[in-house]
């Protein structure tokens, strides 16, 4: 079965760096767009971040912009999320997702089009 395990979460302080990964098993990683999805407390799950399954096509959400990195392996079927210059409202839980491009192949930013979910990775940024 679809298999996606997030690792990296911690606590930082603000302007600090993490590094999120996703490694995924059980599917055609190469044939998926992936994104990353956080969800802080009593708030939606929200987009952050995704890339094509050729890695292509990026889009972010426009908080993180400049801040954050997406970017993936094909060959360690991986999905990265570099996060530099944190800031305590990007204090969340992070996901990571797989968008098997049933509707398409355009990057989402919509939860309702990825298909796979992985159990989320915690990231707190203190003041």
């Known amino acids: 079965q679809v298999q996606l395990v997030e690792s990296g979460g911690g606590l930082v302080q603000a302007g600090g760096s993490l590094r999120l990964s996703c490694a995924a098993s059980g599917l055609s990683f190469r044939n998926y767009n992936m994104g990353w999805f956080r969800q802080a407390p009593g708030k939606e799950r929200e987009f952050v971040a995704a890339i094509s399954w050729g890695g292509g096509k990026i889009s972010y959400t426009d908080s993180v912009k400049g801040r954050f990195t997406i970017s993936r392996d094909n060959a360690k079927n991986t999905v990265y999320l570099q996060m530099n210059g944190l800031k305590p409202e990007d204090t969340a839980v992070y996901y990571c997702?797989?968008?098997?491009?049933?509707?398409?192949?355009?990057?989402?930013?919509?939860?309702?089009?990825?298909?796979?979910w992985g159990q989320g990775t915690q990231v707190t940024v203190s003041s």
């Open positions: 997702a797989a968008d098997s491009l049933a509707f398409g192949s355009v990057l989402s930013i919509a939860t309702t089009r990825y298909d796979n």
